[in-house]
């Protein structure tokens, strides 16, 4: 079993940055893939982006590549997004997520533990 709380969220012009935290529980997170993925309202929920469980593979949504940073500190339980050059169509709830195994995923249904969201708005 895993539990996740995300933080970070919140209220940025378009342009700016925000850091993203996902903490877990658990003594077994090193054996977890992590990801994020996002919601708009009235739309789907987005893969964002995904790390392997030692952090050393990791894999981007199109719309999210060269922006977008996805990491992990397995000491601290923690998996980070940091967003930078943010666009009002980054504005979604972000949520994290994780599975069992290393091989990266990009669908909802591959993923057995998520988070409770937080809200990022970007405004113009």
């Known amino acids: 079993q895993v539990q996740l709380v995300e933080s970070g969220g919140g209220l940025v012009q378009a342009g700016g940055s925000l850091r993203l935290s996902c903490a877990a529980s658990g003594r077994t997170f090193s054996t977890y893939s992590m990801a994020w993925f996002r919601q708009a309202p009235g739309k789907e929920r987005e893969f964002v982006a995904a790390?392997?469980?030692?952090?050393?593979?990791?894999y981007y949504g199109d719309s999210v590549k060269g922006r977008f940073t996805i990491s992990r500190n397995n000491a601290k339980n923690t998996v980070y997004l940091q967003m930078n050059s943010l666009k009002p169509e980054d504005t979604a709830v972000y949520y994290c997520?994780?599975?069992?195994?290393?091989?990266?995923?990009?669908?909802?249904?591959?993923?057995?533990?998520w988070g409770q969201g937080t809200q990022v708005t970007v405004s113009s």
């Open positions: 997520a994780a599975r069992s195994g290393s091989v990266l995923r990009t669908t909802t249904t591959e993923y057995a533990y």
């Open positions: 790390v392997s469980w030692r952090g050393g593979d990791t």
